[in-house]
């Protein structure tokens, strides 16, 4: 399957003086790859600034691919994980809570996994 992860308030919180990784992403993609999954991180804030994200964090290894939000993308997702429902509702996948604020008690990504473990995709 193609796994898209949205950038702001699902991979990581950011404001002037924090851009702090959610607990569990590592672990999540690490779990997605080992499975045989393709991992794609994207974001409507552009193509660039998932570059620096995901450089960031040290999430290189286990993504394959990044891209600005945009519908006509390709590979298509087959299963997001993003903070807007009406994303969710429209590509399939799962909808976690903003991550506003750094929280290290965060399952929101352990519920992610969760959710395409009842599908039968892990």
């Known amino acids: 399957m193609n796994i898209f992860f949205d950038v702001d308030q699902t991979l990581v919180h950011i404001d002037q003086h924090t851009n702090a990784l959610r607990p569990g992403a590592r672990e999540a993609m690490q779990r997605l790859k080992a499975a045989g999954h393709r991992v794609y991180v994207w974001s409507a804030a552009g193509l660039a600034h998932v570059e620096r994200v995901v450089h960031l964090h040290g999430l290189s290894e286990w993504v394959d691919g990044m891209f600005d939000k945009d519908p006509r993308v390709e590979p298509r997702p087959d299963f997001i994980i993003d903070d807007d429902w009406f994303l969710v509702e ?5 909808c976690v809570r903003q991550y506003r604020s750094v929280d290290p008690e965060d399952r929101e990504l352990e519920a992610a996994l969760q959710r395409l473990a009842e599908l039968g995709h892990l």
């Open 90 to 94: 429209k590509y399939g996948g799962h």
